[in-house]
């Protein structure tokens, strides 16, 4: 019997990373729940405050339901091994400022992809390698959007660029006082 008060990691109970099918929950799935604690969603979690993980583990039923009304789950989903969570930030921070700080302080985290995504909500989905596949993660890091209907992900670096580019800059003329004479 697994008891889902356990604590993870430091800041994660087993009870906020399985949500539904708890008699379908398998021992490998609470040890690659507990790597995923404590490589990735505790130093997340130290960095932006208290978390919401609106998923974590989930039985291939609940996967298939999801997949079935259009919300975005894979068919080889890391949530399905106990690899992935979706994240919210109670206070507020955005996907978008967490995939920052991925892409800056926090890219020595062995997490293998990260995807700020957008449907109806917005939310930091994180996971790592499949059980017996792990070394050298990939690191990726993805922005989903809906885009005439059809969810389409992107390099997030370059769509944020992309966002950046599409700003007005308005030169500025020198103000003198900097130049080198003579
Ligand atoms: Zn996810």
């Known amino acids: 019997m697994i008891d889902l ?10 009870s906020e990373c399985v949500k539904d099918d708890v008699d379908e929950l398998r021992p490998e799935h609470v040890s690659c729940l507990t ?5 990735v969603l505790d130093p997340l979690r130290v960095r932006f405050g208290p978390l919401r993980v ?8 609940h996967n298939d339901a999801l997949r079935a009304r259009g ?14 969570a979706d994240l919210v930030s109670i206070d507020g921070h955005s996907p978008g400022e967490m995939c920052a700080w991925l892409a800056m302080d926090g890219k ?3 997490y293998d992809q990260a995807i700020d995504e957008y449907r109806h909500s917005a939310w930091l989905h994180i996971g790592i390698q499949r059980p017996g596949n792990i070394g050298n993660p990939r ?3 993805l922005a989903m959007r809906v885009v005439d209907g059809v969810d389409t992900y992107s390099d997030w670096l370059e769509s944020s660029l992309g966002a950046l580019s599409d700003l007005e800059v308005t030169p500025t003329e020198p103000q003198g006082g900097g130049s080198i004479r003579g």
């Not at 008060?5 to 087993?14: E, I, M, P, Q, V």
């Not at 790597?35 to 490589?39: C, D, E, P, R, T």
């Open 35 to 39: 790597k995923l604690s404590n490589w």
């Open 54 to 61: 609106n998923s974590g583990w989930r039985s291939q039923r």
């Open 108 to 110: 020595v985290l062995p």
């Open 139 to 141: 690191r990726q890091l």
């Open 5 to 14: 008060d356990t604590y993870l990691s430091r800041f994660f109970k087993l």
């Open 71 to 84: 919300l975005g789950a894979s068919q080889t989903s890391a949530h399905l091994y106990g690899g992935a």
